[in-house]
């Protein structure tokens, strides 16, 4: 099967004979330390000052193939955990840990050209933002520009591996789930991949657009910037909720099936209660109340299982998570227009 550009760069993170962290922040130390050594070369700083925001801007590719990495290990987890509630055998199941870890090869290409886009734009639409003038020189500008559209280019194939993860969670749901509406817990397994990808999708987001504001004080977003950012936290939102529809739309479905079930069942015994009664064996109807208890009983239980495929911590978790240091650095932004420098 052909491998996409993305899945080439973690399995070679894989490969390296160092551990996942240490290759990263390698990494990292090997880009501050070859920017540092550009802008001395091209008296961009006077030795030792140096460049931050080409550095802050290099560690969101770093963070999201960790990122990817991570989410590829908890969505093989999250299967394992749904595992006792699938109709699949364990090579049907296989063949599902190594889809969840793919990226289709044409969905990941589709990054390149429109995160250089996205890239380009943002460096030459807020200039200022990036510390660059008009007279630096243009191996300052060509630095720059590439880790810009590498980070575009990074956080795309970020997305698009987790569209196409998340439409098989939810192909899985629709297709292999069998559901036990008293044996709930297994089809939660998936809420925390899902959870957890659109709080790296608003971590990263607001996250970084705090870190650079403090490198760059009066930072100004560039419009292909804002647009690119409010896309990602549509984005991250939609990865919680979107995948996890079809398996709602089951389990509300086994639940209106069972309830009729147990409505049918207290209907019958309330009859025969009726019955009787009206037969005047008062004795036997009062025998028979224990089964409409019981019936009740049935039915109250059903009608209080809780249709929606996750834990109620995990959603109050990622509400939190996304829209606190939302919140915060709105409130941030506000203060520092309406308040003196």
């Given at each position: 099967m052909r491998r996409s550009w993305l899945e080439w760069l973690t399995d070679l993170v894989d490969a390296a004979p160092a551990s996942r962290w240490l290759v990263y922040g390698g990494s990292l130390a090997i880009?501050?330390?070859?920017?540092?050594?550009?802008?001395?070369?091209v008296a961009m700083r006077p030795f030792p000052d140096f460049v931050l925001s080409p550095v802050v801007a290099a560690m969101f590719p770093v963070i999201l193939l960790w990122s990817t990495q991570v989410l590829d290990r908890v969505a093989v987890r999250s299967l394992a955990a749904l595992s006792p509630a699938l109709d699949l055998d364990a090579t049907q199941i296989d063949?599902?840990?190594?889809?969840?870890?793919r990226t289709p090869p044409g969905w990941a290409l589709l990054a390149v050209p429109v995160g250089l886009a996205a890239g380009i734009g943002g460096v030459l639409g807020s200039p200022e933002g990036w510390e660059l003038?008009?007279?630096?020189?243009?191996?300052?500008?060509?630095?720059?520009?590439?880790?810009?559209?590498?980070?575009m280019i990074v956080a795309l194939g970020f997305v698009v591996h987790a569209v196409h993860q998340l439409r098989l969670v939810d192909d899985i749901h629709r297709r292999s789930v069998t559901i036990?509406?008293?044996?709930?817990?297994?089809?939660?397994?998936?809420?925390?991949?899902?959870?957890?990808?659109?709080?790296?999708?608003?971590?990263?987001?607001?996250?970084?657009?705090?870190?650079?504001?403090?490198?760059?004080?009066?930072l100004e977003l560039a419009p292909t910037d804002v647009v690119t950012f409010g896309f990602l936290l549509l984005v991250a939102v939609a990865c919680f909720i979107v995948p996890l529809l079809g398996l709602h739309d089951r389990i509300e479905a086994e639940k209106d099936r069972r309830l009729a079930e147990a409505q049918t069942t207290l209907a019958a015994a309330l009859a025969?209660?009726?019955?009787?009664?009206?037969?005047?064996?008062?004795?036997?109807?009062?025998r028979v109340n224990d089964a409409v208890a019981a019936a009740n009983t049935g039915v109250l239980v059903v009608s209080r299982v809780s249709t929606w495929p996750w834990r109620a911590e995990t959603f109050r978790g990622f509400l939190s998570a996304v829209f606190l240091p939302i919140g915060l650095w709105l409130v941030i932004t506000l203060l520092g227009r309406l308040l003196p420098a």
């Open positions: 880009w501050a330390f070859l920017t540092a050594v550009i802008g001395w070369s063949a599902l840990v190594r889809e969840l870890r003038q008009q007279g630096d020189p243009a191996a300052t500008w060509a630095l720059t520009l590439a880790v810009s559209c590498a980070g036990d509406l008293f044996r709930l817990e297994p089809l939660y397994a998936f809420a925390k991949l899902t959870s957890l990808t659109g709080m790296t999708l608003v971590g990263i987001v607001v996250g970084g657009t705090f870190i650079v504001s403090i490198v760059v004080p009066n025969e209660v009726r019955r009787r009664i009206a037969a005047g064996d008062m004795d036997g109807a009062a």
